[in-house]
């Protein structure tokens, strides 16, 4: 059974750093993988989606890379900002099943 | 706007009251879902539907119900079966099922039972 973990659980940054949050998942044989953003209070906003055949998705200032061999993506987000605060939450999928989603890691950008 | 609403926001409840929660999307997606989502864990499938007038169970269905008679609708019902009902809930939709599409998220409904 698939299983997500997203490490660390918290993090807290001055603005203006770049930082890196990573999530891991036991099944390497998965089809895509989903980045989101939760701010408190509010459904999920859809940031990047790489399929399998992808090594990398970029969007403005975040880039999210996948390494299914290792069971791994990052999600890096260049000169954070204050609105950069919220929950970040990965999910990924293995091909006929629905997504599985890791616990999030909170980000706090501080001015 | 093409999106996906949720209503109410904030539902109070009292125990053993049987509770609907609506959603409904005009992304013109075929497959939607409702998960669970509870302090310090990842969400939680409770029911999909991948086309009109099919769904299917996920891992969490116990004490909850769902109809999908239009493509743009489909509501939970939370029974009284439910031993834990108090929870933000989240509908989502994608083009097509089973993961293989991106999925949008609608702003969620948070239900409190007493």
């Known amino acids: 059974k698939q299983e997500v973990t997203q490490i660390p659980a918290a993090l807290s940054v001055p603005e203006g750093e770049n930082l890196v949050l990573n999530c891991s998942f036991t099944?390497?044989?998965?089809?895509?993988l989903q980045w989101f953003r939760q701010d408190p209070g509010k459904g999920l906003t859809s940031l990047l989606l790489?399929?399998?055949?992808?090594r990398e998705q970029t969007s403005g200032r975040l880039n999210a890379s996948l390494d299914k061999s290792s069971g791994r993506s990052t999600l890096y987000i260049a000169a954070s900002q204050p609105g950069d605060s919220a929950t970040y939450l990965c999910a990924v999928n293995n091909y006929g099943q629905n997504f599985v989603f890791g616990p999030g890691t909170r980000l706090s950008v501080l001015p | 706007d093409g999106g996906i609403t949720q209503s109410p926001k904030y539902l109070f409840r009292k125990e053993g009251q049987n509770v609907t929660l609506s959603c409904e999307q005009n992304?013109?997606?075929?497959?939607m879902y409702w998960y669970r989502q509870d302090p310090g864990q990842g969400l939680r499938l409770i029911y999909y539907?991948?086309?009109?007038?099919?769904?299917q169970k996920g891992d969490i269905a116990e004490g909850y119900s769902v109809s999908r008679e239009k493509k743009e609708s489909f509501p939970l019902t939370v029974t009284s079966a439910q031993k834990n009902p108090t929870a933000f809930y989240l509908c989502?939709?994608?083009?097509?099922?089973?993961?293989?599409?991106?999925?949008?998220f609608g702003p969620g409904t948070r239900l409190t039972v007493t």
């Open positions: 539907s991948q086309i009109v007038n099919d769904f």
């Open positions: 989502a939709s994608s083009i097509g099922g089973l993961g293989a599409y991106e999925q949008y």
């Open positions: 992304l013109n997606h075929d497959a």
């Open positions: 099944d390497s044989a998965i089809y895509n």
């Open positions: 790489i399929q399998s055949s992808q």
